[in-house]
């Protein structure tokens, strides 16, 4: 059984206007001395963030409880300095070139990265599996990589910027794309070939150590674990589980693959990158790419091959029937982005402001 860990970023509006509140420094403050549930708190790039990771799980059950008890947590100490805590992939509204958090690796990013700041007030959700070393780690790395896309459908979670719908379900994905190193991870020969290619990286484009190195999926350098960065911020614990479950079972299913000399599935790159592009905008209401046939195939046929492939894992776990309904809520109540536009047809910001606030620790 892997264990498996989750990293989820939030974001503080005001309420009124949806725009970024900074008080992520007076938050973290408050909920670092409090609480042993919430001693993995840490600042995020902006002053208006925050961000969370999870002890090591082994059990769906026992994430599932953390990541409620953390939402409503954060949620009360929200309410208490008047603003709202979001999972959102990015915010309804932006105010000018945002305060950067007060750190001095957050102002080297915002050197380096000069006019993309004020568009980087993005929100992710990030998930770790445990791997047995680095090289089984890059194996399965090879095999994962083009099941991203489909991911990303699953989690698309941010359709506005500035006011207006994008067009985009994941507007977020848009912005990392102007990033140095994003996207679907290149294939590797070995760990020595994937540690190579890291280190020249370092000092080019904004790429001022290996922490800066934001591919969709990675091998951190500090946990034995494979990263999947690909999914935008989520609104609920619920919609979190699912894309956690789905990642463990895809990655324990990658290193058997690897184990087992079963080839990676052979797509181009250039296709790879247009199907997570397509992915971005389309989220599961469309087509999207299907990594096996390399063709454009339904949502709900894509999203099966998925299943299909990490059958195994998920049923050795007893996950079926759990991935089951919540793949059926996703569907039932649509992703983050569909129900962000949904809301803001029925009721405008103060009925977008309502779902955020309600869906933070929504449990069903």
């Given at each position: 059984?892997?264990?498996?860990?989750?990293?989820?970023?939030?974001?503080?509006?005001?309420?009124?206007?949806?725009?970024?509140?900074?008080?992520?420094?007076?938050?973290?403050?408050?909920?670092?001395?409090?609480?042993?549930?919430?001693?993995?708190?840490?600042?995020?790039?902006?002053?208006?963030?925050?961000?969370?990771?999870?002890?090591?799980?082994?059990?769906?059950?026992?994430?599932?409880?953390?990541?409620?008890?953390?939402?409503?947590?954060?949620?009360?100490?929200?309410?208490?300095?008047?603003?709202?805590?979001?999972?959102?992939?990015?915010?309804?509204?932006?105010?000018?070139?945002?305060?950067?958090?007060?750190?001095?690796?957050?102002?080297?990013?915002?050197?380096?990265?000069?006019?993309?700041?004020?568009?980087?007030?993005?929100?992710?959700?990030?998930?770790?599996?445990?791997?047995?070393?680095?090289?089984?780690?890059?194996?399965?790395?090879?095999?994962?990589?083009?099941?991203?896309?489909?991911?990303?459908?699953?989690?698309?979670?941010?359709?506005?910027?500035?006011?207006?719908?994008?067009?985009?379900?994941?507007?977020?994905?848009?912005?990392?794309?102007?990033?140095?190193?994003?996207?679907?991870?290149?294939?590797?020969?070995?760990?020595?070939d994937y540690d190579r290619r890291?280190?020249?990286?370092?000092?080019?484009?904004?790429?001022?150590?290996?922490?800066?190195?934001?591919?969709?999926?990675?091998?951190?350098?500090?946990?034995?674990?494979?990263e999947i960065r690909v999914c935008?911020?989520?609104?609920?614990?619920?919609?979190?589980?699912?894309?956690?479950?789905?990642?463990?079972?895809?990655?324990?299913?990658?290193?058997?693959?690897?184990?087992?000399?079963?080839?990676?599935?052979?797509?181009?790159?250039?296709?790879?990158?247009?199907?997570?592009?397509?992915?971005?905008?389309?989220?599961?209401?469309?087509?999207?790419?299907?990594?096996?046939?390399?063709?454009?195939?339904?949502?709900?046929?894509?999203?099966?091959?998925?299943?299909?492939?990490?059958?195994?894992?998920?049923?050795?776990?007893?996950?079926?029937?759990?991935?089951?309904?919540?793949?059926?809520?996703?569907?039932?109540?649509?992703?983050?982005?569909?129900?962000?536009?949904?809301?803001?047809?029925?009721?405008?910001?103060?009925?977008?402001?309502?779902?955020?606030?309600?869906?933070?620790?929504?449990?069903?």
């Open positions: 059984m892997r264990t498996f860990g989750i990293e989820e970023e939030f974001i503080f509006l005001k309420p009124a206007t949806l725009q970024p509140a900074n008080v992520g420094d007076a938050v973290h403050a408050e909920l670092l001395g409090r609480a042993p549930i919430s001693r993995f708190v840490s600042h995020e790039f902006l002053a208006s963030q925050i961000e969370r990771s999870t002890p090591v799980f082994e059990r769906f059950e026992e994430a599932s409880a953390d990541l409620l008890a953390f939402r409503s947590r954060l949620a009360r100490a929200a309410l208490s300095r008047g603003v709202l805590a979001a999972g959102v992939g990015a915010p309804f509204q932006t105010e000018g070139w945002p305060e950067v958090t007060d750190v001095e690796r957050y102002h080297t990013v915002e050197s380096e990265f000069r006019g993309l700041v004020p568009d980087h007030l993005i929100n992710g959700l990030h998930v770790h599996v445990g791997i047995p070393n680095r090289e089984a780690g890059v194996q399965a790395l090879n095999r994962v990589r083009v099941w991203l896309p489909t991911l990303l459908a699953l989690a698309v979670n941010s359709p506005f910027w500035r006011g207006a719908d994008t067009g985009f379900s994941s507007w977020r994905s848009v912005h990392m794309r102007r990033w140095s190193t994003i996207g679907c991870p290149p294939l590797f020969t070995d760990a020595a890291i280190r020249q990286l370092v000092g080019v484009g904004g790429t001022y150590d290996l922490r800066t190195i934001w591919w969709n999926a990675r091998l951190p350098l500090e946990h034995p674990t494979m935008d911020a989520q609104l609920d614990a619920p919609s979190t589980l699912l894309l956690a479950a789905l990642t463990r079972a895809l990655v324990t299913t990658a290193l058997r693959d690897s184990e087992t000399d079963v080839a990676p599935i052979d797509i181009a790159p250039e296709l790879l990158d247009a199907g997570l592009w397509h992915a971005a905008r389309e989220g599961v209401e469309s087509n999207l790419l299907n990594p096996v046939s390399g063709t454009l195939e339904g949502s709900t046929a894509v999203t099966d091959a998925l299943l299909h492939y990490c059958g195994d894992a998920i049923d050795e776990v007893g996950n079926r029937d759990r991935i089951q309904t919540l793949l059926a809520r996703t569907r039932r109540l649509g992703t983050g982005a569909e129900r962000q536009r949904a809301a803001m047809r029925a009721g405008g910001q103060s009925a977008l402001a309502a779902l955020l606030e309600h869906a933070l620790t929504a449990h069903d």
